[in-house]
């Protein structure tokens, strides 16, 4: 029972009396509505369209450029100006980006929005959680997530799991007039509760609007972009006054309007303008494309954590099968009557708390009319289900090495050959009598004693067809696989061996997992040996989850039964079947809505495409930082004319980061993301930058040297040319391996600078670029040098960084694999 500080109902909204059994009439529903004391609760998907038009219009860069733009419109030189078209294409991009995202979510939210069963006028109906109204009576049944604070008026077998709440993992049997608390999880049996506490105090309410709402919370990427950031606008208010003190005190500026000019340029280089922009696009459109997959991302940092996993732990049932219990046939034991074993096992596949597994009987074995006295549900932990019959004794179904613990007659040995086959078995037991609840009998949830078994029942589960390929996949990845059932294990040994599980050849190769052990190291030590383990229970799934982590690893978790909800929910990357039970959609971060397992491979090559990619870009974005940094340095030491225009920049930036960062942001790549982000892109971008800025303002002050008479104008020429020639290279590096489409684009950028370059109305009408034969050979040498520093720091860089092992700039043969 939960504490009593734990309670969201209030006294007033508890009932003066309780709901009759044929639950509310029309009438009572429609007065309720009209007094507002309904389940209704605004959940929002995302972020409202003025809150989008904000997010992405008032940012601290885009003032910082709008600023700048201003300032830079007042010396009259329009061309420097250009870069405030960044503004208006960060924030459309953003916008419309996000736009669409939000339908998208919006749409999938409403097809998959949970529902409820609630009894009105004597007939059970479902409805969305929105229209339960307060003294509705509600049906529920094991794996159902209750939506309401409630109390109890029936149930049979009823145990609900309330440590999404307390922390406390046994479940709790309730019984008439105990309290229920939204957020808990059936786990066994069937009942009705009457609901107390409706609308926004409902705890399951606000977990499904958080699960779902479209939120960028904390991951690496974004932290380590967002701490960039405080970096770089540290560094820009430090440089800021000296660098315009000094603008003003260099003899190469020819008044304020030039002192202005250059200290705009060096400010706007500093600005990542397009960096946060990625980050966030290349998430939302993560979302969009996994969405067509028919996949749901709950949370967006899933799409990073799918990029890190190196451990997949896969549930049986619904994953490696189809999850469609069909009955195959019985075997009898010795001395069983054949009628009665059929009159049992209609009891159990026609009980108002049967579960899938059972009510696969209902058409072998209809109704009987034997009377059912009382009965256990199923439960995930025990692994039985139980019914007492009226003269006919108590008959228990479940696993055989959970109900026969005395196996005198063999018929666990023949429950195991079958098992082998990869066929489900479980044994009907039969006692004579009910033992009484007292005395440790079925109302305690203990076998009674006396146990004989009357006949094994064998089931059959259909292979998913594309379990092989898809495992196939992971196992090429390096992902490991851990296979954890609760079925009999040489059952779930001999469909991994049929799936392609690595190291599993049969049924042999399977862990029971009742002889685990539960320190979690000595866990983690048989986890690194072994593949495959059966009898696992909840508890079990959670150790198994923790046990992994433990060692380092980042565990998905699939599942689609509420014995799976709580390993999920603790996994890295909870991955939850669309045909599962509501509690497990409800934790999970993933929701793969059509059920299709085979849907893996896509979901985590999504996530590793996008967070390689966001890294690689962000190497672009930092190199251009760092030089632009350097060179406000040694222009405010050596009180020089900054060596760029604000032009020129846009121009740089334009053909070397911005457009190339977009389309490799969306690019194939496969590499498996490790942590480190922010120390990667540092340890090549900084030295990277550094070279840059150096090879830009050794030109600069060259041509000065050379060409006395060519002003600022012509020294700018000079510098400009040599970026965009080192700039291009490090693109190209950063590209590698150079696939044909790679270099086509690569090809693409160059020709964009030479007809630049080449054109007069727009290298000197709009980059007010002035070039000579001199100026051009000088920066080809220049930037050719520069050109190979950079090429040297990458390869220093790639090998300390071991291949593959790094997300953007390492392992050539692991890009090599993903084909460009």
């Not at 977990?207 to 967002?226: D, I, K, M, P, W």
């Not at 190209?732 to 693409?748: C, D, S």
């Amino acid at each position: 029972m939960l504490p009593a500080d734990t309670s969201t109902t209030s006294p007033d909204e508890r009932p003066s009396a309780p709901t009759s059994p044929e639950g509310l009439t029309d009438a009572e529903v429609a007065a309720r509505v009209a007094a507002g004391q309904t389940n209704a609760v605004e959940i929002r998907t995302s972020r409202t369209i003025p809150e989008i038009v904000r997010a992405n219009l008032f940012t601290v860069f885009n003032g910082l450029l709008l600023a700048l733009f201003v300032v830079i419109m007042a010396t009259g030189k329009w061309q420097n100006g250009l870069f405030g078209g960044v503004i208006v294409a960060n924030a459309a991009i953003g916008i419309v980006q996000e736009l669409r995202a939000k339908r998208t979510l919006d749409r999938l939210a409403v097809l998959n929005a949970p529902h409820a069963r609630v009894v009105r006028g004597g007939v059970v109906r479902q409805v969305a959680l929105a229209d339960i109204v307060a003294d509705d009576l509600l049906e529920i049944r094991a794996g159902d997530q209750i939506p309401a604070d409630g109390v109890v008026r029936a149930g049979i077998g009823l145990e609900v799991d309330e440590s999404l709440l307390t922390g406390e993992s046994e479940p709790v049997a309730k019984v008439g007039a105990d309290e229920v608390r939204s957020g808990s999880i059936v786990v066994a049996g069937t009942g009705h509760f009457q609901a107390t506490a409706v609308g926004a105090a409902a705890y399951a309410t606000r977990l499904a609007a958080e699960a779902r709402r479209f939120t960028l919370t904390r991951s690496e990427l974004v932290a380590g972009t967002n701490r960039l950031l405080r970096w770089i606008s540290l560094l820009m208010v430090l440089v800021a006054p000296v660098l315009l003190w000094s603008q003003f005190r260099s003899a190469d500026n020819k008044g304020w309007r030039d002192a202005v000019t250059g200290t705009v340029a060096a400010l706007v280089g500093m600005v990542p303008e397009g960096l946060v922009l990625l980050t966030s696009l290349a998430f939302m459109l993560a979302t969009i494309s996994l969405a067509r997959r028919q996949t749901l991302v709950q949370e967006l940092p899933a799409v990073e954590g799918l990029a890190r996993v190196d451990v997949i732990c896969l549930d049986k049932t619904g994953t490696l099968t189809s999850g469609d219990i069909e009955f195959d046939r019985i075997v009898l034991c010795d001395d069983a009557v054949d009628a009665d074993v059929r009159g049992a096992l209609g009891l159990f596949a026609h009980a108002a708390d049967a579960n899938a597994t059972t009510r696969s009987l209902s058409d072998a074995f209809p109704a009987t009319d034997w009377r059912q006295e009382s009965g256990v549900a199923f439960s995930s932990a025990r692994k039985w289900s139980a019914v007492v019959a009226a003269g006919r004794g108590s008959w228990i179904l479940g696993a055989p090495e959970m109900v026969l613990l005395d196996d005198p007659g063999g018929v666990r040995q023949a429950a195991d050959e079958l098992a082998a086959q990869g066929l489900r078995v479980l044994v009907l037991a039969h006692a004579p009598a009910a033992a009484p609840a007292h005395d440790g009998g079925l109302g305690e949830s203990r076998l009674p004693p006396g146990l004989t078994a009357s006949a094994l029942v064998v089931f059959g589960e259909r292979i998913r067809e594309d379990a092989a390929q898809t495992l196939a996949y992971f196992a090429e990845e390096g992902v490991d696989l851990k296979v954890i059932s609760g079925d009999n294990p040489r059952t779930v040994g001999a469909i991994a061996a049929r799936v392609g599980v690595p190291g599993v050849h049969g049924p042999d190769d399977a862990v029971d997992a009742r002889d685990l052990p539960e320190d979690l190291d000595e866990l983690a030590d048989v986890l690194e040996r072994r593949s495959v383990f059966g009898r696992v229970t909840p508890h079990q799934k959670r150790a198994v989850v923790a046990a992994l982590q433990r060692r380092g690893h980042v565990v998905a978790m699939t599942g689609d039964g509420v014995n799976d909800a709580l390993a999920l929910k603790d996994a890295d990357i909870g991955i939850a079947m669309g045909n599962g039970s509501p509690a497990t959609r409800a934790v999970a971060q993933l929701v793969l809505l059509d059920s299709k397992f085979a849907h893996l491979p896509d979901v985590v090559a999504e996530g590793r495409r996008v967070t390689a990619n966001i890294e690689r870009a962000a190497n672009l974005f930092l190199v251009k930082n760092v030089y632009s940094l350097v060179l406000a340095l040694i222009c405010a030491v050596t009180l020089s004319a900054y060596p760029l225009a604000p032009i020129q920049l846009t121009l740089i930036a334009g053909v070397t980061i911005g457009i190339p960062g977009f389309v490799f942001a969306f690019a194939p790549n496969r590499h498996r993301y490790v942590p480190g982000f922010l120390s990667r892109i540092l340890r090549f971008a900084a030295p990277a930058g550094v070279v840059t800025g150096a090879c830009a303002y050794l030109a600069y002050r060259v041509t000065r040297v050379l060409e006395a008479g060519s002003g600022v104008a012509g020294a700018r020429s000079a510098a400009t040319l040599v970026v965009l020639v080192v700039s291009l290279w490090t693109l190209t590096v950063l590209a590698r391996p150079l696939t044909g489409w790679k270099v086509t684009f690569v090809g693409l950028m160059a020709l964009a600078v030479v007809i630049v370059v080449a054109v007069p109305p727009i290298g000197h009408g709009l980059f007010l670029l002035d070039v000579t034969a001199q100026r051009v050979l000088l920066a080809g040498a220049v930037g050719a040098a520069g050109a190979a520093m950079v090429e040297v720091i990458y390869r220093l860089t790639r090998n300390d960084l071991r291949p593959g092992q790094n997300g953007a700039l390492g392992g050539a043969s692991a890009e090599a694999r993903a084909r460009g």
